[in-house]
């Protein structure tokens, strides 16, 4: 079984860019989270969804990121206008639904580096 | 507010040479606690899943237990290829399924 893919896996941007970061759940899983990771915070939730639709969207930074799910097996996550704080790996991470269990599975990330 | 602290923020052993981890949790009302492990350039990898005080788990050399307060990864004989960062990770009643992480603890066994 395939497990959660995210592109692309790193990218270099210039500081105002727009970056699309893209991700697909594991098949059958219900809910897919968003994190993202530096040293000094560690992983933060930023968004999640289920069953397509958002459902916290508390973690999200800044009015610059927006997320989205189309269905059940595309999802992306946008920053524009791009800065340099924003460098990051960012992980997408899916499960099913809770009554099979809470286990949340991650991608191999997207390391965001902003100049 | 969820906390999850982990200690040592590094720890460096030789091969053979058992050793534990700790992470510290304050919830409302604890659905669960992960252990996750990640090595360099990937993405966290499960490990564990406890959901009650007194609850252990096993894999390979990796023990986990769980108390009311606190979450201990056991390592018996390590070898090289245990060297990764440990995080740590709780789902709270008052958190729907938003799972708060600690900082991770980076393990090096030296051979």
């Known amino acids: 079984d395939a497990g959660v893919i995210q592109s692309p896996r790193h990218e270099v941007t210039e500081m105002g860019q727009e970056v699309t970061l893209r991700c697909k759940p594991i098949s059958g899983h219900d809910y897919l989270f968003w994190y993202r990771q530096t040293m000094m915070r560690g992983l933060e939730l930023l968004i999640y969804?289920?069953?397509?639709?958002?459902?916290?969207d508390s973690g999200m930074p800044e009015d610059r990121f927006s997320a989205k799910m189309p269905n059940a097996s595309f999802s992306t996550l946008k920053i524009q206008p791009s800065e340099p704080r924003d460098s990051a790996v960012y992980f997408c991470?899916?499960?099913?639904?809770?009554?099979?269990?809470?286990?949340?599975?991650f991608g191999e990330g997207s390391w965001l580096t902003v100049v | 507010e969820d906390q999850v602290t982990q200690s040592p923020e590094a720890l460096r052993l030789q091969e053979g040479e058992s050793s534990s981890l700790n992470c510290s949790y304050t919830v409302s009302g604890l659905r669960g606690l992960f252990w996750y492990r990640q090595d360099p350039g990937k993405g966290p990898e499960f490990l564990f899943t406890l959901y009650s005080a007194g609850e252990e788990k096993e894999k390979e050399r990796l023990k986990a237990t769980l108390t009311k307060k606190e979450s201990f990864l056991h390592i018996t004989a390590p070898k090289p290829e245990d060297s990764a960062t440990y995080l740590c990770?709780?789902?709270?009643?008052?958190?729907?399924?938003?799972?708060?992480f600690g900082k991770g603890t980076l393990l090096t066994v030296n051979p």
């Open positions: 991470a899916s499960r099913r639904d809770r009554a099979t269990g809470n286990t949340i599975y």
């Open positions: 969804f289920n069953n397509n639709v958002p459902i916290d």
């Open positions: 990770a709780v789902l709270s009643g008052g958190s729907n399924y938003k799972l708060t």
